[in-house]
């Protein structure tokens, strides 16, 4: 949601590999020997959590009511990159937090500067409390650096009351998404179906997720890039159709304009994440009750697969004096029943099974109202979620190439799908500058 800066990896010969990645014998090529984390964790403690997430100061509380021995302070922070580079710094330092959130994408980022500890021996009381594919969001080179806290599984919103009143019908695929597109504006030209907005690679990422793509992969300590790839393509040549024809609009999410075209209706659907509902909850407020939410549409009929957009996790300071205490507290964010239901009521997702199924989950958003089984529907689309099968080392890098140069080609009414092509060669091109192999190109 926010511009990406670029951050120069200090650590350019550390190879990450993705989780299951294997040489010929079937063994992981690159997998670092996983480091015990010393000390007590029971320990007395007081530690320093950095966080951008809005309300988890009631998730602190929580903790430290249960937990007075062991007391953590919360340190508001920005997301994205601003935290990162901020983090980075912290720790050359000498002085970064015990604790810190971050999103999935900036793990790679952090491994490479050896700013994160190595969680893989604290996690084996938690393990079988997510799905095993989620493990593959925080885990590289065989190691375990994060606890997933929150995941975004990408679906649908839509105006259910406009759409009625025009007598529209929820696209089940993108070819429908498109026609229908075309369709509001010549039944209401002062709607638009939705916007692409070009400046949030996450969002494009998780479209790209749903279509198929792999952007990074590890072959044989070198890495392959695949953004320039069919998959992708394919995604940035349709959303450009449908801006270039004035179909959508091409103007950028999170913006004054945005927040009034989506209050009064100007915007009747949005592609987006399962914490939506909270986001719309605060730009949106006159349509409370209004909005309704279903699968994303899909690039053939009858598949069922989404994409991911956001989502976090909970890491551990590769410099904290307090690393088993840390660690315990990761854990308990993510697993602990009630820590769970509070995640829920500030508009996080869990990403640990029960969390998705019980406690908070039972009853829809309060701004949600007009779907019941918003929590219901929303599991049933999360089990379809596919992310990229790794991260790259250099996922800012990509990021801020998509953020730089999509603007741009909206504007132009360009290809969208060169711009893959243009980001696949900056991308591959930072890498090789960086020290690392990699094939193909």
Known sequence: M?????????????????????????????????????????????LVFWSWAENIQRVVDLWNKKNPNQ????????????LIAKFLTAVKAGNAPDVLQAEYQSLPTLITNNALQDLTNSITPVKSAFPEGTWNLTSFGGATYAIPADVGPMMLFYRADLFERLGLAVPKTWEEFGALA?????????RYLTTFSPGDAGWVAGFAQQAGANWWSNQKEAWKVAIDDPATRKVLS???GLVNSGAVLGDPMYTPQWNSQMNDGTIIAWPSAVWG??????????????????????WSAGENVTGFWGGSSTAVSATSKQK???????RWLSTDPEALKVLVEIGL?????????????????????????YYESASKISKTARGFDSWGPNTNVTYGQFEDQLPTAVKNKADLAAVATKVQQASVADLKKQGYQVVGG
């Open 71 to 82: 007391q953590v302070t919360l340190s508001g922070q920005a997301a994205s990159d601003e």
């Open 324 to 330: 088993a205490p840390a660690a315990k507290f990761a």
């Open 238 to 240: 349709f959303w450009g």
């Open 182 to 190: 075309e369709t509001v504006r010549q039944k209401d030209p002062k």
């Open 349 to 373: 997702y869990p990403a640990a099974t029960l969390g998705q199924t019980s406690g908070g989950l039972d009853a829809a958003p309060a701004y949600m109202t007009g779907q019941p089984d």
């Open 2 to 46: 926010r511009r990406r800066t670029f951050l120069a990896s200090s650590a350019a010969t550390l190879l990450l590999a993705g989780c299951g990645s294997t040489d010929d014998s079937g063994s992981d090529a690159t997998a670092p020997a996983p480091s015990p984390i010393a000390g007590d964790e029971n320990a007395a403690a007081s």
């Open 277 to 298: 509902s909270g986001v719309l909850a605060g730009v949106a407020p006159s349509s409370k009750g209004k909005w309704k939410m279903a699968p994303l549409p899909q």
